[in-house]
Nanobody, 125 residues
Framework: QVQLVESGGGSVQAGGSLRLSCAAS????????MGWFRQAPGKVRERVAR???????EYIDSVKGRFTISQDNAKNTFYLVMNSLKPEDTAMYYC???????????????????WGQGTQVTVSS
């Protein structure tokens, strides 16, 4: 059973930075997909970035060049560094993980089996 615990959220002004962490315990999959999702009030949860066990990454267009996803295999911890934050980045951020069963990592919420509890990011203008 994989457990995910996020940390690092907070409140910043526009243009600021935050680093989110997601500590994974019980991770035994050799091949996996890990994603950072966010959900703003009244909006659907969307995948912001993902990293696979092979190190490949993907981002949505609105965060490319500003957010960086990474992993520390020794610590079983995943990170999302968010720079040049904008008010529209305000949301609850979740990390999620699933075993990788194809060449592609899932885009949808339903594709991820394990979820963290979420951490709030608030960006003020």
């Amino acid at each position: 059973q994989v457990q995910l615990v996020e940390s690092g959220g907070g409140s910043v002004q526009a243009g600021g930075s935050l680093r989110l962490s997601c500590a994974a315990s019980g991770l035994t999959y050799r091949n996996y997909c890990m994603g950072w999702f966010r959900q703003a009030p009244g909006k659907v949860r969307e995948r912001v970035a993902r990293i696979a066990s092979d190190g490949t990454t993907e981002y949505i267009d609105s965060v490319k060049g500003r957010f960086t996803i990474s992993q520390d295999n020794a610590k079983n911890t995943f990170y999302l560094v968010m720079n040049s934050l904008k008010p529209e980045d305000t949301a609850m951020y979740y990390c999620a993980l699933t075993e990788r069963s194809s060449a592609f990592c899932p885009l949808s919420v339903a594709g991820y089996r394990y979820w963290g509890q979420g951490t709030q990011v608030t960006v003020s203008s």
